[in-house]
């Protein structure tokens, strides 16, 4: 088992390092979370043996069950799937990054419980730059309002945004996508200068290519790392 997840990580490691070439980026811009919501945790630590140091929870409970002994310290994990308001403490708790944050109710939440623990929560919003209604994420229009919700909230770090774009068969289709997110990134920074907003995560699977073509410094890769699909 070891073998299959060396050899497909290995794998995704070099697409991600042509895509960076092609791009003309640096290697360290780029961070693989390893999406491991279909997994156990012995794939997840035998990928960590492999090398890979971050990965990606859709549901809190399941990640509670998962993480009940942490990773290393020298990991991370990332929940990236829709976070209820009523798990944030849970959330705050036990992950290192929210990458979901979609909304000023949980924004508002989120806050109270990383002040609680006295640590800061670095976060990201995320948009529904696709506009599909079955996706979360706030719409483009209300980024700016909720970056500065963010903004004030004294326990949560802005790092950057997020999306998830459409499923397809031509990665090439969503590339308007990922390039919209960049050009509202570029345009938030403009209007809130002292907000960083390095990060970028965009890209699964089946475009993630594509995506660190366009800008993404955090790719969520699953499949190709776990089952090889």
Known sequence: MTEGIQQRIEHVFGKVASAIDRAGRTPESVTVVAVSKTVERDAVDLAYECGVRHFGENRVQDAVRKFSVPLPDDAMLHMIG????????????????????????LISELGKQAAKLEKPLPVLLQVNIAGEAQKAGCEPSEAESLLRALQDSSHLELRGLMTIAPLVDDPEDVRPVFRELRVLRDRLRQKCPD????????????D???????????VRVGRAIFSGD
Do not use: C, P, Y
Request: glycine share 6%; net charge negative.
């Open 208 to 218: 993630f290519q594509v995506a660190i073509e366009e800008g993404s410094t955090f």
């Open 195 to 206: 907000v960083s907003l390095d990060v970028l995560s965009m890209g699964m699977t089946n």
């Open 82 to 105: 829709h976070l209820q308001s009523n798990k944030a403490g849970v959330a705050a708790r036990l992950v290192d990054f929210v990458e979901s944050v979609d909304r000023e109710s």
